[in-house]
């Protein structure tokens, strides 16, 4: 049951990306505008079940979704950033994707230094959050 709740995450998550506060410092995506996730975001990190599994890296976040035997990669630099805003903290990243039909944000919040919740929200609905650990 676990299992398919991670893939059922999965696979709307897939679904929202390909679909087209004072702390925070605000960036504007635009043409050869990189994503900036913050330096305790970078690495590999993964849900329990490895469903789900991110790379993030000083200028990117790749999204790799495991579920049965298929798996597929989003790469928000090259699909999502010329639609994207970004704001980023201490303890926070959000990614605000403004699609043709589909509003959402995803939503990295640490708990510590190999664990965090992650979360998307579609249109007004929240979807998780999802623990993900450092590997």
């Not at 999502?80 to 805003?85: D, G, L, N, R, Y």
């Not at 959402?104 to 650990?133: A, E, H, W």
Request: hydrophobic share 40%.
């Amino acid at each position: 049951m676990v299992r398919e709740k991670f893939a059922f995450f999965a696979l709307l998550l897939v679904a929202v990306c390909l679909s087209g506060c004072a702390l925070f410092t605000n960036f504007a995506q635009a043409d050869g505008v990189t994503f900036a996730p913050p330096s305790w975001l970078h690495g590999t990190w993964s849900d329990s079940v490895g469903v789900n599994t991110f790379t993030i890296t000083s200028d990117n976040l790749v999204l790799e979704v495991r579920a049965g035997s298929t798996r597929d990669t989003i790469d928000y630099q090259k699909t999502m950033a010329k639609f994207s805003t970004q704001e980023a903290s201490s303890t926070a990243y959000i990614v605000r994707t403004n699609g043709v039909s589909v509003q959402s944000v995803l939503t990295f919040t640490k708990i510590d230094d190999k664990s965090l919740d992650y979360s998307v929200t579609q249109n007004g609905k929240l979807i998780g959050p999802l623990r993900l650990t450092k590997h």
